[in-house]
């Protein structure tokens, strides 16, 4: 048993349908302590009576004051990670409103932790869909120089920080908080912003968690036609080259590279030849090169 005190960070909107089987999934984890702290935005359905319900019934449920509106996850989280006291713990796990925790995905998370000898913990996901379907989603590549100022290590419900590393990271938000209102997706910033310090990240290949898709989902699993044709409207629309910039910014970004990124199409370019060294997967090495070139002959200014 390893008996690791764990504070799971869940950020709640509009949840009702599925979040009394998360909580569930969350209480049950094996050979750890948990607790668990809910900050909900204020919602349409009865997402935070739900909540205060299972704080009355379960000592290790708390539910942070409510009132202010986030509207998004990513702000949602930031007020988690900015507020929640880490003292007592020795890990902080992000977590979904929506998924199904498998029974020792923490006790997982921390063996690995020790054993890799590192800071920062995410995994594969399996996701599953309505009508039964299930895939692995395959998020442990190989990491690579820079991939983290491109895209996250995986969903960020699979996240697992130390204490000391939940420290640095709530320092962060905190002097951060006005500029992260510009950030969409936490878990690539918090990815980034680890990689970034030098510290060391593990993700692993054995998923610890069902990760529900449904309609409402903000990034879901990327998978199929209708997903991927709006991850190419967002590029085209300029808001994936504008988090790149937003990122590198708040969290450092080293030389080469950080010439390159404010360097116009010559910077476009030598992205595009060193897509190696920016993306984990073979696929998204292709397609990050081929964005790369297509904005260099639009005669984009800047990456």
């Known amino acids: 048993m390893s008996g690791e005190r764990v504070a799971v960070l869940m950020a709640a909107f509009n949840g009702s349908q599925w979040i009394d089987e998360q909580i569930d999934t969350i209480l049950a ?33 708390h539910v942070l004051p409510t009132g202010e509106q986030f509207g ?6 930031f007020r988690l990670l900015a507020t929640v006291p880490f003292d007592s713990f020795d890990l902080v796990a992000l977590s979904d409103q929506d998924d199904h925790w498998l029974p020792h995905k923490l006790q997982r998370a921390a063996q690995q932790l020790q054993a890799q000898a590192c800071e920062a913990y995410s995994s594969n996901v399996t996701a599953f869909w ?50 992260l209102s510009g950030i969409t997706l936490q878990d690539w910033y918090l990815y980034a912003l680890v990689r970034a310090s030098g510290r060391v990240w593990f993700i692993d290949a054995e998923s610890g968690m069902r990760y529900r898709q449904h309609a409402s989902n903000l990034v879901g699993a990327n998978v199929g036609i209708r997903q991927s044709l709006a991850r190419l409207r967002r590029i ?7 988090q790149i910039h937003l990122i590198a910014r ?5 030389s080469p590279l950080r010439g390159q990124l404010n360097n116009g199409r010559r910077g476009l370019l030598w ?33």
């Open 72 to 77: 998004s996850a990513a702000a949602n989280f």
């Open 271 to 303: 992205l595009a030849t060193h897509a190696r060294h920016c993306r984990r997967r073979s696929r998204d090495r292709f397609y990050f090169a081929a964005l790369c070139l297509l904005q260099a002959v639009a005669g984009g200014s800047r990456p």
């Open 130 to 179: 309505p009508d039964g379907r299930t895939q692995l989603l395959h998020k442990a590549q190989p990491q690579v120089a820079y991939d983290h100022y491109f895209e996250a290590a995986g969903p960020g419900c699979t996240y697992v920080f130390t204490k000391a590393l939940a420290g640095y990271v709530k320092a962060k938000v905190q002097e951060q908080r006005e500029a």
């Open 236 to 242: 085209r629309d300029g808001w994936w080259f504008t």
């Open 29 to 61: 984890q094996r050979d750890v302590a948990v607790e668990l702290f809910i900050s909900v935005d204020p919602s349409e359905d009865d997402t935070l009576e739900r909540c205060h319900q299972r704080a009355a019934a379960d000592q290790r449920v």
């Open 250 to 254: 708040l969290v450092g970004c080293p």
